[in-house]
Nanobody, 121 residues
Framework: QVQLVESGGGLVQAGGSLRLSCAASGRTFSRLTMAWFRQAPGKERELVAATVWTGGNTYYADSVKGRFTTSRDNPGKTVYLQMNNLKPEDTALYLC??????????????WGQGTQVTVSS
């Protein structure tokens, strides 16, 4: 089992920045692919970024490339999402997920409760 707890969300003006954190406990963190998803009202859940545990490969959705960066601290069992130049369309509930697959787009096995990000125009 893996428990995930997100933090760092909030209200920010367009053009601003936020850093989300996801603290994990339970399974060996270094062997988990970690991802950030987001879900806005009325929209499907979207994979935003992922970091694969083998080789450190990262994945980003086209909509966030160049603005968002994901990183992980294996000893600290934490994954981060640095979000810069935020836009109103980035407003969503951001969820942390963990999976055993090495494919960033494969289904994930564990989920956090999410942290709300709201970007005002």
């Amino acid at each position: 089992q893996v428990q995930l707890v997100e933090s760092g969300g909030g209200l920010v003006q367009a053009g601003g920045s936020l850093r989300l954190s996801c603290a994990a406990s339970g399974r060996t963190f270094s062997r988990l692919t970690m991802a950030w998803f987001r879900q806005a009202p009325g929209k499907e859940r979207e994979l935003v970024a992922a970091t694969v545990w083998t080789g450190g490969n990262t994945y980003y959705a086209d909509s966030v490339k160049g603005r968002f960066t994901t990183s992980r601290d294996n000893p600290g069992k934490t994954v981060y999402l640095q979000m810069n130049n935020l836009k109103p369309e980035d407003t969503a509930l951001y969820l942390c997920a963990a999976g055993l697959s090495t494919a960033p787009t494969a289904p994930y096995d564990y989920w956090g409760q999410g942290t709300q990000v709201t970007v005002s125009s």
